[in-house]
């Protein structure tokens, strides 16, 4: 049973175009986190998100939180050929004492972004 | 956030031999993950490696097959044993980013590949 559904899991799109991915569980998470990966090196960490409904922006990426803390999107607007990479969400069930445990990891969104 | 530095990079190795990853981070960590990522797929935890005790092995990974040393805060091995060609993966260390510091940080992974 996969914790953390992600979708959609590939996506090509022209640049100047809008898109979202979702991540949703049937599970509460202290946080959830974006990574942006490429080829031949390790996720690279976005954003986190903590607060129930919270909303992060890195300039044309926005990020949003649940409320219930169960699920997650991005957003990118008008994309750029440099947007294309694998994103992951990947959340955090335990926070230990504030230190976090291990991550649960979406499948993945492959984006290429076409000129 | 941490630094990780990971090696090897990447290694052909031969079935039925042994290959030890290395990770060293920049600074104390309490706890190091170790992921695996198949071709085309998401991470998965193999462990969790804290220092002074055993680490804990999530379903489906044995200790006798992912051996795995934690000496001291800044460094953990993983050992893949006993190698055959389903072990073709790239295995990543990672840490997290400690109190109040939701973000984890990755090596850039070794990129493994058993003939």
């Known amino acids: 049973t996969q914790l953390l559904e992600q979708s959609p899991q590939f996506l090509s799109i022209q640049e100047g175009e809008n898109l979202t991915v979702y991540c949703n569980s049937s599970?509460?998470?202290?946080?959830l986190q974006w990574y942006r990966q490429e080829p031949g090196e390790g996720p690279v960490l976005l954003v986190t998100?903590?607060?129930?409904?919270e909303v992060k922006k890195l300039k044309r990426l926005t990020f949003q939180f649940g409320d219930a803390r169960k699920d997650s999107s991005l957003h990118i607007t008008a994309a750029q050929t440099g947007d294309t990479g694998l994103y992951l969400c990947?959340?955090?069930?335990?926070?230990?004492?504030?230190?976090?445990?291990?991550?649960?990891f979406g499948k993945g969104t492959k984006l290429s972004v076409k000129p | 956030s941490a630094v990780i530095s990971q090696k090897p990079s990447r290694d052909i190795c031969q079935r039925g031999t042994s290959l030890t990853i290395q990770c060293q981070v920049d600074s104390q960590v309490t706890m190091m993950f170790w992921y695996r990522q198949q071709p085309g797929q998401s991470l998965t935890l193999i462990a969790t490696?804290?220092?002074?005790?055993?680490?804990?092995?999530e379903s489906g990974f044995v200790i006798d097959k992912f051996p795995i040393s934690r000496p001291n805060l800044t460094f953990s091995t993983l050992t893949v044993s006993n190698m055959s060609p389903e072990d073709s993966s790239i295995y990543l260390c990672s840490v997290g980013g400690g109190v109040f510091n939701y973000g984890y940080t990755f090596g850039s992974g070794t990129r493994l590949t058993v003939v």
């Open positions: 998100v903590v607060t129930g409904g």
């Open positions: 990947a959340g955090a069930l335990k926070d230990y004492g504030g230190s976090q445990g291990n991550l649960i």
């Open positions: 599970s509460v998470f202290s946080s």
């Open positions: 490696a804290n220092q002074g005790s055993e680490a804990t092995y």
